[in-house]
């Protein structure tokens, strides 16, 4: 095995590990639904979702599951070449 592959590996388990922590503390959209049903939706907080905490879990979340899919490929196709 050689050090890129040992290196792809490590940043992989690194970042299975990020995205499922980042999944973790992200609040479940469940919570959304109620505070919609009871107008709470209207709130002014609600209006600044974008802004939130989990809105920027939520955008990482993206960019890091990215990562580990292209770094899954990446070495797929370095194991394949072997």
Avoid at 5 to 32: C, D
Avoid at 45 to 58: G, H, I
């Amino acid at each position: 095995m050689g050090v890129l592959e040992i290196v792809i590996g490590a940043v992989i388990l690194l970042l299975s590990v990020v995205v499922i922590f980042v999944v973790i503390l992200q609040e479940g959209h469940r919570a959304g639904i109620n505070g919609a049903i009871s107008g709470g939706a209207d709130t002014f907080l609600s209006k600044n979702k974008a802004r939130t905490v989990d809105a920027f879990l939520a955008r990482w979340t993206k960019w890091f599951a990215i990562a580990f899919f292209v770094l899954a490929i990446v070495a797929n196709f370095i194991a394949l070449n072997k």
